[in-house]
Each structure stands twice: as structure tokens, then as C-alpha cells.
């Protein structure tokens, strides 16, 4: 049974820093295509960051590219969102995501559809100024 466990969330001042976690259980992310994703109270769920983690694509939203880092840990299974230079707009729900049925050259997907057989239960984010 696949299980995404999403942790790091916390209340930060604007300018700090956090790093989110992903364990995953029941697969092996070495070659998945997986992503972070937010949603703010009263807003759609939209992309923050994804990578196929055999190599080749990272995807970063406008909004935070610069300020975050997506990465994988094979031997903990588990996949990091490093985020810098926390701002208020940041705040929100944030989940991590795993698309298995998707390949290198279409992992884009998963950002464009916002669709993935795998979900965490999410880990809050909030930055205040």
C-alpha cells in the first residue's frame, strides 16, 4: 500500500526559512514523477514544484522559483521542498503528490492536470510579516 506522510509545516516570519518532508511507504521513488503542490483558504490547488526523480525534469512555479529547492533522499525514500525567503503569499495547505504512471517525458503532466494516484495528507505553511 503506497503512503505519502507530508511533515515540516510550520508558522514562520516572512523571510524564514522551512523544509518540507515527504515519506514515502509501499514504493520507491527513485524513477517517479513527484511534485508539491499548495492551496490557500478560498483559492485552487496550484503547483509549487515537481521533478522526475531519475533526473531530467524540475519544473518550479514563477512564484517561487529562486526561493525554493525540490530534492529527493533515495535512502530515505523521501522527497524535500527547501524553502528560503518565505513570504505571506506562501501561506497554505501544502501536499506533496505522486504520479507512478508517468514517465520522464510526460511528468509535466502532473503540474499541468494537477493529477496524481498518490496524495499526502498535507502539512500547513503559514508566514506572517
Known amino acids: 500500500q503506497v503512503q505519502l506522510v507530508d511533515s515540516g509545516g510550520d508558522s514562520v516570519q516572512a523571510g524564514g526559512s522551512l523544509r518540507l518532508s515527504c515519506a514515502a511507504s509501499?514504493?520507491?521513488?527513485?524513477?517517479?514523477?513527484m511534485g508539491w503542490f499548495r492551496q490557500a483558504p478560498g483559492k485552487e490547488r496550484e503547483g509549487v514544484a515537481a521533478i522526475y526523480t531519475g533526473g531530467g525534469f524540475t519544473y518550479y512555479a514563477d512564484s517561487v522559483r529562486g526561493r525554493v529547492t525540490i530534492s529527493k533522499d533515495n535512502a530515505n525514500n523521501t522527497l524535500y521542498l527547501q524553502m528560503n525567503s518565505l513570504k505571506p503569499e506562501d501561506t497554505g495547505m501544502y501536499y506533496c503528490?505522486?504520479?507512478?504512471?508517468?514517465?520522464?517525458?510526460?511528468?509535466?503532466?502532473?503540474?499541468?492536470?494537477?493529477?496524481?494516484?498518490?496524495w499526502g495528507q498535507g502539512t500547513q505553511v503559514t508566514v506572517s510579516s
Open positions: 509501499g514504493y520507491t521513488i527513485s524513477s517517479t514523477c
Open positions: 503528490a505522486a504520479d507512478t504512471t508517468r514517465s520522464r517525458s510526460t511528468c509535466y503532466m502532473l503540474w499541468v492536470r494537477k493529477e496524481a494516484n498518490y
